[in-house]
């Protein structure tokens, strides 16, 4: 069966714009993650959306961050007023529902590039 | 504050040579443990996933191992082969209700025919 996937796989886009990313998950899976995974590092969490809710948004680093899930599947990460630091791999992830017992499965990410 | 260290950065080792990768984690009440492979400029693929009561998980030339009181967790890689060559984290699900993973950095490993 169909994966995660996340469009575009690439974007480059100059300080000051906003962009937005799109993530699709696993059919039928509630639980919805977003990364972040800057050069050499490990990905950094996000936000979690159980269902259509943002059940914890406690990684969004400022208020230049927003992510929504209007109907529970298809997710969007929306960047305003881009800056270089946001520069990184931004990665999707999706799991049946949130537990102990529940692999998460990762799409191949958005390289996002601001100049 | 979960925090996740994995060692070595780096690891370079010849064709057929079994190797052991090393993560630790800071508190112990965690869910489960993930290990994920990474190959360059694609996502994570999920290797081994072992939950809070278990000590171990195997798959194929895989073993992964989990010490919760310790803080630890090995991957086991035997025979490993040229396309064993990825970066390797190990992530650790955090307790609460979102189990949201924290990630070590990796480990870069090549395997040379």
Known sequence: GAGVSQTPSNKVTEKGKYVELRCDPISGHTALYWYRQSLGQGPEFLIYFQGTGAADDSGLPNDRFFAVRPEGSVSTLKIQRTERGDSAVYLCASAPQAGEGETQYFGPGTRLLVL | ???????????????????????????????????????????????????????????????????KSSGRSTLYIAASQPGDSATYLCAAHSGGSNYKLTFGKGTLLTVNP
């Not at chain 2, 993560?23 to 112990?28: E, G, I, L, Y």
């Not at chain 2, 869910?31 to 278990?54: A, V």
């Open chain 2, 1 to 67: 504050k979960q925090e996740v260290t994995q060692i070595p950065a780096a690891l370079s080792v010849p064709e057929g040579e079994n190797l052991v990768l090393n993560c630790s984690f800071t508190d112990s009440a965690i869910y489960n443990l993930q290990w994920f492979r990474q190959d360059p400029g694609k996502g994570l693929t999920s290797l081994l996933l072992i939950q809070s009561s278990q000590r171990e998980q195997t798959s194929g030339r895989l073993n992964a191992s989990l010490d």
